[in-house]
T-cell receptor
């Protein structure tokens, strides 16, 4: 069975600082990986996805993520955080491009200090 | 353009009352449709998905049911709500060959 672990429940960074959110997955075959962002009381918005090819993927809002098969990781990064990035972030792993049947992590809440 | 509508945004219902949450998608045809529940501090739990009219798959046994009476309409229902049904319910859609997953804004359900 597939699973996703987001080790950090809550992260606080200063505005302008760099950010890395961790995601580890367990899946027996080639995974399809996603990062979503959720603002309070809202639905989720896709930041980026990895299906194949270049292991460094670029997403919206200046985010990027790197797929590392040897570490079963798909960490999300941003060089300089903005106050508007404060939200909850979810990593998900799926068996196919059928994104709706992905398994989601429990999320990481990001707080941005001024 | 494609949009997804989910309503109501918030709902407070007594235990034992019925439930009907509705989700509609515009601007696409034959989408895959999904209902999720999100508990506080947790990720999303897939409840139901549908690949076509009248085709419903349930992921977890529970007090809820889903129906898809039209191509772009997905309804989550319950005959008698339990306290444990409280949560944040999200509807989402995708086309089978073209992710990503698009989410509605959710319904906050409180069962009292």
């Amino acid at each position: 069975a597939q699973s996703v672990t987001q080790p950090d429940i809550h992260i606080t960074v200063s505005e302008g600082a760099s950010l890395e959110l961790r995601c580890n997955y367990s899946y027996g075959a080639t995974p399809y990986l996603f990062w979503y962002v959720q603002s309070p009381g809202q639905g989720l918005q896709l930041l980026l996805k990895y299906f194949s090819g270049d292991t460094l993927v670029q997403g919206i809002k200046g985010f990027e993520a790197e797929f590392k098969r040897s570490q079963s990781s798909f960490n999300l990064r941003k060089p300089s955080v903005h106050w508007s990035d404060a939200a909850e972030y979810f990593c998900a792993v799926g068996a196919s491009t059928n994104a709706g049947k992905s398994t989601f992590g429990d999320g990481t809440t990001l707080t941005v200090k001024p | 353009s494609q949009t997804i509508h989910q309503w109501p945004a918030t709902l407070v219902q007594p235990v034992g009352s019925p439930l009907s949450l509705e989700c509609t998608v515009e601007g696409t045809s034959n989408p895959n449709l999904y209902w999720y529940r999100q508990a506080a501090g947790r990720g999303l739990q897939l409840l139901f998905y549908s690949v076509g009219i009248g085709q419903i798959s349930s992921e977890v046994p529970q007090n809820l049911s889903a129906s898809r009476p039209q191509d772009r309409q997905f309804i989550l229902s319950s005959k008698k709500l339990l306290l444990s049904d409280s949560g944040f319910y999200l509807c989402a859609w995708e086309t089978g060959s073209s992710p990503p997953l698009h989410f509605g804004n959710g319904t906050r359900l409180t069962v009292t």
